[in-house]
């Protein structure tokens, strides 16, 4: 009689087999959730969340002034800027930028800032000495 004689029970190697898929399973799925749980990106800018930020130059260098208003205007040269080279809009609301012009209308809409909206290249002479109102308000003369 030739009979081969296992020796070892087939059914436990099933049994660990089993059990080694579904714990490598398992942690594949916990370092999957890690992944998505990770730190969020730094913000564009450095602008902090529910701020409006304008800054003097291009990609977003000297940070010049900041609101937190909704329903405001903001003159630029209050911030020591004569135009906005870069900026990032964090409100939940437009920015709208005006422009002055000496000797004509006055200011007249150069352009808006959606919400979300940024650009680290504005171009030159955006909004230059002008203001920005959000929330629908318009700019005060003077």
Not at 22 to 42: K, N
């Amino acid at each position: 009689m030739d009979e081969s004689i296992p020796l070892v029970n087939e059914g436990l190697i099933m049994a660990w087999i089993r059990k080694v898929t579904l714990a490598v399973s398992a942690m594949a799925m916990a370092g999957g959730s890690l992944a998505a749980t990770a730190a969020p990106a730094a913000a564009v800018g450095g602008c902090p969340s529910k701020k409006l930020c304008l800054y003097k130059y291009d990609d977003y260098k000297v940070l010049a002034l900041t609101s937190t208003s909704t329903k405001a205007c903001i003159r630029i040269r209050t911030g020591g800027l004569y135009e906005i080279r870069s900026y990032v809009n964090n409100l939940r609301v437009n920015a709208v930028v005006y422009k002055y012009i000496a000797g004509t209308t006055g200011y007249v809409v150069d352009g808006t800032i959606r919400p979300g909206g940024y650009s680290s290249d504005a171009g030159r002479d955006f909004g230059g000495y002008g203001q920005v109102c959000m929330g629908g308000v318009k700019p005060v003369e003077g």
